[in-house]
């Protein structure tokens, strides 16, 4: 069935297309020898076969797809997040590296959050990426994105507990990052369900247990909203009174699991 060759699947990705986020160099030479046009393939968002490689951390591909189309550097998708953004995130340290020695003006990029590779990387939970990136540039730590977000309040998001670990003796106000909503490091932890986190905050600073956000909502009404049943066990251990907590909705911790749906809660 040689229509087979235009194939694609519900996010436009064709056979070439999924061929560079594979890996697999030798089916990509065998499509662009049927169909050449393949090496301007782009799926729904933007992303064309340098970007998609890129994700899987095919170095020897990339090299390759820049043989072929040097302009491929410059690729963006739809929400202008380059290559370098790319490899960051997904930890291809090797891909990153190459990258820059390319476009040292990479190490700039910011996504559509304003998040700088620093951030990212943080998010992301590479320990590795995060001490490459501060090696190469210090002025990072000082990063915020647009929710106000910084370093140490990402990589609590995630439960980068080494991320955090690192992070903190470089700069010890991190402990009291507050973001745009009013969140720190421990609510943020609680919102996202890191007890490791929770604990590891909770040692350095007992009094995180009383912080409140913007909307007066603690960590025992997050773990609520976000059915965290284990913090929700652990917060109410550390503090029983935590059981009428009430934010500034009127909602007590009842009323949040009813709203979210958590019959369990």
């Known amino acids: ?7 694609s699947n519900k996010y436009g990705a064709n056979a070439f297309l999924l061929a560079a986020l594979g890996g697999s160099l030798d089916v990509m030479k065998y499509l662009l020898q049927l169909k050449p046009e393949f090496i301007d393939s782009v799926d ?16 020897d591909m990339m090299k390759y797809l820049l043989q072929l189309k040097s302009e491929f550097i410059d690729s ?14 997904k930890d291809h340290l090797d891909v990153t590296k190459y ?11 910011v996504d559509k959050d304003r998040s700088n590779v620093l951030l990212i990387a943080s998010l992301g939970g590479s320990l590795s990426m995060v001490k490459y990136f501060f090696e190469l540039k210090p002025e990072f730590i000082e990063s915020v994105d647009k929710d106000e977000d910084n370093a140490f309040l990402l990589a ?13 003796p470089l700069k010890p106000e991190f402990i009291n990052s507050i ?8 609510l943020v932890a609680s919102i996202h369900g890191h007890l490791d986190v929770i604990k590891y905050l909770l040692q350095i600073k007992p009094e995180f247990i009383d912080s409140l956000n913007k909307d007066e909502d603690n960590a025992f009404l997050f773990a609520v909203r976000h059915r965290k049943l284990d913090i929700m066990e652990y917060l109410l251990y550390l503090k029983p009174e935590f059981i009428n907590s009430i934010n500034t909705k009127g909602n007590n911790a009842f009323l949040v699991a009813s ?5 369990d809660v």
Do not use: C, Q, W
């Open 156 to 168: 609590a998001r995630n439960g980068n507990l080494d991320v955090m670990k690192y992070l903190l």
């Open 259 to 263: 709203i979210h749906g958590h019959l």
């Open 1 to 7: 069935k040689p229509e087979f060759i235009n194939s």
């Open 99 to 109: 990258l820059l020695e390319l476009k040292p003006e990479f190490i700039d990029s």
């Open 76 to 89: 963006v998708d739809k929400d202008g997040d380059n290559v370098f953004l790319y490899s960051t995130f």
């Open 44 to 59: 729904k968002d933007g992303k064309n076969v340098f970007l998609r490689a890129s994700l899987g951390g095919s170095l």
């Open 179 to 186: 973001n745009a909503k009013g969140n720190n490091a421990f």
